[in-house]
Nanobody, 123 residues
């Protein structure tokens, strides 16, 4: 069983930055791709970014490309999401998720989800 705990959310003004962390329990973190998703009020959960188990491969949604950076530290069992140049439309609950294998293969390939951390960006 894998437990994921997000942290680092908060309130920030537009143009500001936040760094989200997702700590994983268990011994299999380094073999799993990880992903970040978000869900804004009244909207469906959407993909934000993903990273392979080794951290060599990563990808981003077009809406955050160039502003967000996903990274991981396998020694600390933690994945990060550095968010810069935040916009009000980035306001959402952010979730991390653990994949079933070393490479991200879409939301159907995610086995575990965290409880989420709230990000509020004011204009």
């Amino acid at each position: 069983q894998v437990q994921l705990v997000e942290s680092g959310g908060g309130s920030v003004q537009a143009g500001g930055s936040l760094r989200l962390s997702c700590a994983s329990s268990g011994r299999t973190f380094s073999s799993k791709a990880m992903a970040w998703f978000r869900q804004a009020p009244g909207k469906e959960r959407e993909y934000v970014a993903a990273i392979s188990s080794t951290g060599i491969r990563y990808a981003y949604a077009d809406s955050v490309k160039g502003r967000f950076t996903i990274s991981r530290d396998n020694a600390k069992n933690t994945v990060y999401l550095q968010m810069n140049s935040l916009k009000p439309e980035d306001t959402a609950v952010y979730y991390c998720a653990a994949g079933r294998s070393y490479s991200y293969s879409g939301p159907n390939g995610l086995d575990y989800w965290g409880q989420g951390t709230q990000v509020i960006v004011s204009s």
